[in-house]
């Protein structure tokens, strides 16, 4: 059940997270509300809640998170979920073509049907730590975001990459909506490439690491 608690010391801020079964929703939600990642999450069923209070620029915000299941059946119980919300986060999996697909032939019009007209959009290319597998390039989810007007993230539930620095800008556009997407991040669509890279390098240096602990034990 969704919590009730709704002080007046807190700005509500309603967040549902869309997108095809099996592209991280869940994950993203565990691990910024929690700090926890597991590989054996089961696929959400119709809805789930969670929720997280934080204290941006001097605002005391109170994220209200739902986790919306992505297979076809639950759909119609999904549009409940986000006809009064502020923020939807579209998310896919940079290693599914078709999940990406789908924010551009499906969600994005559900949002536009069937959302407030002011919502904030979103945008997360999800399970960049798999990077070697990367159907979905970051310049293809920035065109996009660009299109929709939507902030964009590279994110990775598993390894806290980019989760927190979501809810950070989400929280930013929340609090002044006339903020510009541009203006909502230090950095330019090369420097936010460059800062990916590094990522990657750094997974790549600790994948490799791990692969020679465990011949060592071999």
């Known amino acids: 059940m969704e919590d009730e608690d709704e002080s007046e010391e807190n700005t509500i801020c309603k967040v549902v997270l869309l997108g095809e079964s099996g592209v991280g929703k869940t994950s993203i939600i565990s691990r910024y509300v929690h700090d926890k990642f597991s590989d054996t999450l089961m696929c959400t069923t119709g809805a789930s ?111 806290s990459h980019g989760v927190e620095e979501l809810f950070q800008t989400i929280g930013k556009k929340f609090i002044n909506p006339q903020k510009k997407m541009n203006e909502l991040k230090n950095m330019s669509d090369k420097s936010f490439i460059r800062k990916e890279e590094e990522f990657r390098k750094k997974v790549k240096l600790k994948k490799q690491e791990e692969k020679e602990k465990r011949k060592k034990f071999c």
């Open 49 to 159: 809640f969670a929720s997280k209070k934080i204290v941006l620029e001097g605002n005391n915000i109170k994220f209200k998170l739902w986790d919306t299941a992505g297979q076809e059946r639950f759909r119609s119980l999904t549009r409940i979920f986000y006809q009064n919300a502020s923020v939807a986060i579209l998310v896919y999996d940079i290693t599914r073509v078709d999940s990406f697909e789908k924010i551009k032939t499906f969600w994005v019009k559900e949002i536009k049907e069937n959302a407030p007209s002011d919502i904030i959009l979103a945008l997360a290319g999800n399970k960049s730590d798999n990077y070697e597998n990367e159907k979905v390039s970051i310049k293809e989810g920035q065109d996009l975001a660009k299109e929709i007007n939507a902030i964009f993230m590279s994110t990775s539930a598993k390894l």
